[in-house]
T-cell receptor, first 113, second 111 residues
């Protein structure tokens, strides 16, 4: 069984550039989550979708961040324009519903110079 | 919103020693999940506790849920170097799928 697939694994870019992170959830999972992990703030939920619909985006830091889920097998997290403080590991996770375990992807290590 | 305090933040042990991490909430929890993240890796689900006073074991790992469902612990007996990583507790917020993670306990094991 393929797990959650994220791309790219690493991204280094200059501030001001647009960054797009991608996620393919586990087939059949109807909830998808985007997290950001830093040493200072730990693991923070940015946004989550249920059946492709955004349910809670209260963790999205500001308008520079946006997320979409156009279909059940794909989601993107976009940062435009990027800033150095956005440097972090971004994880995508999916879940089959309710209080089931979340399955995480390998993450994208983002560095904004 | 729901918050959960996890202690200690760091724990360094000699191989063979025991290890315990604790999660505490000011409100009653419906359930609690535990995850492990190896260095450079991603969080991996370990277990979910639902019932008051529940105790579950996975080999050398023992998970407990408090009687009042406000706290939980993870205990590792006779640590091994493969136990190295950060252990997180996570709780659901309201009736949603949203998980709130503790800050984690980073375990290092000296061989």
């Amino acid at each position: 069984d393929a797990g959650v697939i994220q791309s790219p694994r690493h991204e280094v870019t200059e501030m001001g550039q647009e960054v797009t992170l991608r996620c393919k959830p586990i087939s059949g999972h109807n909830s998808l989550f985007w997290y950001r992990q830093t040493m200072m703030r730990g693991l923070e939920l940015l946004i989550y979708f249920n059946n492709n619909v955004p349910i809670d985006d209260s963790g999205m830091p500001e308008d520079r961040f946006s997320a979409k889920m156009p279909n059940a097998s794909f989601s993107t997290l976009k940062i435009q324009p990027s800033e150095p403080r956005d440097s972090a590991v971004y994880f995508c996770a999916s879940q089959s519903g309710g209080s089931q375990p979340q399955h995480f992807g390998d993450g994208t290590r983002l560095s904004i110079l | 919103g729901q918050q959960v305090m996890q202690i200690p933040q760091y724990q360094h042990v000699q191989e063979g020693e025991d290890f315990t991490t604790y999660c505490n909430s000011s409100t009653t929890l419906s359930n609690i999940q535990w995850y492990k993240q190896r260095p450079g890796g991603h969080p991996v689900f370990l277990i979910q506790l639902v019932k008051s006073g529940e105790v579950k074991k996975q080999k050398r790992l023992t998970f407990q849920f408090g009687e009042a469902k406000k706290n939980s612990s993870l205990h590792i007996t006779a640590t091994q170097t493969t136990d190295v990583g950060t252990y997180f507790c996570a709780v659901t917020q309201g009736g949603s799928e949203k998980l709130v993670f503790g800050k984690g306990t980073k375990l290092t094991v000296n061989p």
